[in-house]
């Protein structure tokens, strides 16, 4: 055990649990802009987590962004796919492998739905009509 201002001899490097809110659907997507928070902790006795280091790659990007501490929390609201990339690093200098995170955001109306042979179907989003009409196969 350390002595009060000494760090001990810490070579486990700390973890980090991640939550998204609001939650994908159960296909894997959000319909709105995910915020991720990124929670880090060390091992009993460790020296402590000094910082988060994530980057974002893909639909949206980001530059390698560090924050002080064991908390971060990220929003990703471009749409399509997002590769959160992060890991966090432990006073004593010792770095989490890094892990990876896809967030899948589409926020546009689909048109997708059971249509019977001979009928039609509209509907608008984003500003444009889309048109369906289904014919039975002889």
């Keep these: 055990?350390?002595?009060?201002?000494?760090?001990?001899?810490?070579?486990?490097?700390?973890?980090?649990?991640i939550g998204a809110s609001p939650g994908q659907?159960?296909?894997?997507?959000?319909?709105t802009s995910a915020t991720v928070t990124l929670n880090a902790t060390d091992n009993p006795g460790g020296s402590g987590v000094r910082q988060i280091q994530f980057v974002l790659a893909a639909a949206q990007n980001s530059g390698l962004q560090t924050v002080t501490g064991n908390v971060a929390s990220?929003?990703?609201s471009a749409q399509c796919i997002s590769v959160l990339s992060y890991f966090a690093k432990d006073n004593a200098g010792?770095?989490?492998?890094?892990?990876?995170?896809?967030?899948?955001?589409?926020?546009?109306?689909?048109?997708?739905?059971?249509?019977?042979?001979?009928?039609?179907?509209?509907?608008?989003?984003?500003?444009?009509?889309?048109?369906l009409a289904v014919q039975a196969e002889r």
């Excluded at 055990?1 to 649990?17: F, H, I, R, W």
């Excluded at 659907?25 to 319909?31: D, E, I, L, P, Y």
């Excluded at 892990?99 to 739905?113: G, N, R, S, Y």
Aim: hydrophobic share 35%; no cysteine.
């Design 1 to 17: 055990m350390a002595l009060p201002g000494e760090v001990s001899a810490d070579s486990t490097p700390p973890t980090t649990s």
């Design 25 to 31: 659907n159960a296909n894997g997507w959000n319909n």
């Design 74 to 76: 990220i929003t990703i």
């Design 94 to 131: 010792n770095l989490e492998q890094t892990q990876k995170l896809m967030v899948k955001i589409d926020e546009i109306a689909h048109l997708a739905t059971k249509i019977s042979p001979g009928a039609t179907e509209s509907r608008a989003s984003a500003g444009k009509t889309f048109s």
